[in-house]
Structure formats: structure tokens, C-alpha cells
């Protein structure tokens, strides 16, 4: 989907770079065929990998969450609209740097501050966004709400909430676009909205992909993140990571406004990387997803340590890509994360990465206690 931001990050694309310049400094020598496992520069044939074990890829079991959630659901305010059961589940207010203890919400008291760093602040309600949008944007919501509607026995219904989703989203260059998006709507499938971190929990304790707490673009923009070298084909189906994928993007879009309205980041780890993790239908499927299958717009994508041969790998992926979308790629050395992403980007990293301090298994075990309590509230209300 097109979608351009207002401020570009620098040198962020190969269109700042020749390809061919690329090509010399990333892959100085000719890139293997896809079905051999690659050379290293010493001549010795790479090892595969393995699949990840307990100790390196697997969180352990994030605490139950359930009894938190009978504590407070019933008295939680529903601020986001008509709520779903599963990835677009409604999120609670809570309370932020309180005078006194009584102040203390009981979601923070009963999750703790781990969980609570993918819990949004100060966010505006959904009545105060739809009321506020220019006039014909609202025009555009009206109508895509209204042609839903109108058809009888669809067999899902989508929330306010999702349908200005729909409208900011629109692909193309301008959004708010009511035909472009109501195409996308009647292709959306409604099976992404009943995912869940409950059942999706093994997938996201492998740790592939999941999305970061706090770490920003330097555009204000929030991250997800993948470490490729975790999925490999044979072992975990194109269907299980692209739900992983789908489930990540859309909790980031129902957390806040920002990622609702202007879109999100998204960064691989091409660390421990091979053949063995990758093949050219799941690739397909993924790059389809980050350019529209889903009503959000991803702003960057950062491709970051790829090995010397990846060449090959990108000539595949840019004939999956838009134009517009082959300008939000950069494929750079970690040591360049500073140019992309907000100044306190290290401390708050997974600790997986060189740079990175932030806890890995933690940030995973966060992530999953955290949408379970919010799914949970869903369910009872």
C-alpha cells in the first residue's frame, strides 16, 4: 500500500545507494543458487541452524494473568469502541505517574510495570478521533460504515474502530479514500481478528517475531521486530508466522493512535541467518502483509546484519515490493541503527542484538501477559 511520511529518515532506502554499489559492499562475491547453503569467505560451508532451545529463543512461561483480569473488568472503562475478541481487542485507561497510591490503577498493581510498557498513555478516545476528523474524511467513514452495513449476512462485522482503520489506511497515496478501502475490506480476512496471545503463545514465546516496548523510529513511529534465523519453513508453517506477523502489527495499530493513523516500523535481525530460514511462498506471503493485506501502513523497514550473499535474497524480495515500498527499505550494519531509530534506541533493544541492554526473554513474557490481560477483558465485557 502507498503510503509516504512526511519526513524521511536518511539514506533510508537503496535509492540513496546504487545497487550496484550495493551489491559490491554487501555481497562481494557471487551470491550462492537458492538451494545451496552459502560459502563463507574461508571457503568452509556454513553450518544450519538450529532450531532455538530453551535457553536460546524460547521464553519461559509469562505469569497467569486471568485473576487480574477478574479483578478490574468490570470496572474498566471501554475507551476504543465496540470491542473484538482477539488481536483488536479494546484497551483499558489506566493512570500514569499517579499523586498517591490510591491513584494506582488495578491493572498496573496487578501486571506490574513489565507488562505495562505496552500499555498506552493519554490516548484519545475513539468518539473524540471520529469527531474530530476533517469533513470529508468523516464522509469517507460514513460511507464505508454505511456500504458494510447495507449488505446483509456477511458474516462478520467490523468495529467502528477497525472501519477508520479501513479509511486511514486506504492504499494509494491518499487516504480516506472510500472505494480503495472498501476493496480492502471486502478482502480482509475476519479470521485475523480472533486471533490471540493464547493462541498464538507458542509461536510468540520462539521468540521470531514480536513487537518492542518503547523503541521508536526517529519519526515517533513504534517498532516490531523479527530475528528470521528463528523460523524455518520445514518446522513452522507460512500460515503460523504470517498470523504471528498479522497478530504483532494489529495489536500495535489498537494500542495507539499514532500507529493507528500514521503507520509503524519494522525491523529484522538478520543475525545466525541462512538458507534454511527462508523460502520464496512464506517471503511472498510476508512482504503481502506489509504492503496492505491488512489495513496498516508500515512507514520503514529496516533489514539489519544481513549476510555478505543477501543479494540474491533482495533481487527476489524487490519483485514482491512496490516502488513506493522499495523506498522504506534500508539494508544496513547495526552500527547504523542510530541514523533510523530514536536516541535511546540501545538501552531498550533486545539484548540478543550487540547493542542491544533490554532483556529478551522479559520483553517476550511482557508482551504475552500483557495481551492476555487486555484479551481477557474483552471476553468479559
Not at 510495570?113 to 474524511?137: C, V, Y
Not at 467502528?160 to 472510500?178: E, Q, T, V
Amino acid at each position: 500500500m502507498g503510503c509516504h511520511s512526511t519526513k524521511q529518515p536518511p539514506a533510508a532506502s537503496y535509492a540513496k545507494k546504487p545497487e550496484a554499489e550495493i551489491s559490491e559492499s554487501k555481497c562481494d562475491a557471487a551470491a550462492p543458487v537458492l538451494d545451496e547453503e552459502p560459502k563463507q569467505s574461508g571457503g568452509a560451508k556454513s553450518e544450519p541452524n538450529e532450531e532455538p532451545t530453551q535457553s536460546g529463543g524460547i521464553a519461559p512461561a509469562a505469569p497467569a494473568v486471568d485473576e487480574v483480569a477478574d479483578k478490574v473488568a468490570s470496572g474498566t472503562e471501554n475507551q476504543m469502541g465496540n470491542a473484538t475478541q482477539g488481536s483488536d481487542a479494546d484497551v483499558p485507561t489506566s493512570t500514569e505517574n499517579p499523586e498517591n497510591e490510591d491513584q494506582v490503577d488495578p491493572m498496573r498493581k496487578g501486571l506490574g510495570d513489565g507488562p505495562m510498557r505496552f500499555h498506552p498513555i493519554s490516548e484519545r478516545t475513539l468518539s473524540a478521533q471520529i469527531d474530530t476528523l476533517a469533513k470529508d474524511e468523516r464522509a469517507c467513514f460514513d460511507e464505508l460504515k454505511a456500504r458494510w452495513n447495507k449488505k446483509q449476512n456477511r458474516g462478520h462485522e467490523y468495529s467502528d474502530k477497525l472501519i477508520l482503520r479501513f479509511a486511514r489506511c486506504s492504499p494509494g497515496l491518499k487516504k480516506f479514500n472510500a472505494d480503495a478501502s472498501f476493496k480492502v475490506m471486502e478482502s480482509f480476512d475476519p479470521r485475523y481478528l480472533s486471533l490471540t496471545a493464547d493462541s498464538l503463545e507458542s509461536q510468540l514465546r520462539s521468540q521470531t517475531l514480536f513487537v518492542l516496548p518503547e523503541v521508536q523510529s526517529i519519526d515517533g513511529h513504534d517498532v516490531f521486530y523479527m530475528k528470521p534465523a528463528r523460523y524455518f519453513p520445514k518446522k513452522t508453517s507460512t500460515a503460523q508466522i504470517i498470523d504471528n506477523l498479522v497478530y504483532c502489527m494489529q495489536t500495535m495499530a489498537e494500542t495507539k493512535e499514532k500507529s493507528d493513523a500514521e503507520g509503524i516500523a519494522f525491523l529484522a535481525n538478520m543475525d545466525d541467518w541462512s538458507f534454511t530460514n527462508f523460502s520464496i511462498s512464506y517471503c511472498h506471503e510476508f512482504m503481502m502483509v506489509l504492503q496492505g493485506r491488512i489495513p496498516l501502513r508500515v512507514r520503514m523497514f529496516l533489514i539489519v546484519n544481513p549476510p555478505w550473499w543477501f543479494g540474491r535474497i533482495w533481487s527476489i524480495m524487490k519483485g514482491m515490493l512496490s516502488k513506493d515500498f522499495q523506498k522504506k527499505v534500508a539494508i544496513i550494519p547495526e552500527s547504523d541503527l542510530g541514523t533510523y531509530l530514536a536516541s535511546d534506541y540501545k538501552k531498550l533493544l533486545p539484548d540478543e542484538m550487540k547493542c542491544g541492554e533490554a532483556n529478551t526473554d522479559k520483553m517476550v513474557n511482557d508482551y504475552i501477559a500483557y495481551r492476555k490481560y487486555v484479551e481477557s477483558l474483552s471476553k468479559s465485557s
